[in-house]
């Protein structure tokens, strides 16, 4: 049961924010690993590599903590020949006015119109396949 809780509180929905609107739409999940300290993105547009079929990994990794805010670096991971590559594609942050969630800001995926965040707020109790079917 233990595990089970620890699963639940460490899975958090992505969505894509409509920053006119203010609509949410399904982008995936976000794992928190807390033996790295970082979140893990599964992002549903992107895709799995043709070579072996695997998806890119997505990491945010805090870099910067202040009283007010949390920065963090968005890294991208993909694996070729065996080989473990890491470069950062982007940048998040969370403070009083994102509401305890982390926003996420990826070139060209997100813009001034429509950004990436992880729901560290919402109540984990459903799932995110009901909210992302």
Known sequence: MKNEQQ????????????????????????????????????????????????????????????EESIYYKVDKVIYRDDKTLRFSIGEAYQNKYTNGDIHILIEPLTNFFKK??????????????????
């Not at 033996?35 to 990491?59: C, H, M, P, Q, W």
């Not at 459903?126 to 992302?132: A, G, I, K």
Request: glycine residues 4%; positive net charge; hydrophobic residues 35%.
């Open 116 to 133: 990436l965040v992880i729901d560290l707020t919402e109540n984990k109790k459903e799932s995110c396949e009901v909210q992302c079917a």
């Open 7 to 66: 699963k639940n509180t460490n899975l958090h929905r992505l969505w894509w924010v409509n920053q006119k609107t203010k609509k949410k739409f399904c982008a995936g999940r976000a794992f928190y690993l807390e033996k790295s300290g970082e979140f893990v993105l599964y992002v549903n547009l992107l895709e799995a590599s043709a070579t072996d079929g695997k998806r890119d990994e997505i990491y945010l990794k805090p870099v910067k903590v202040s």
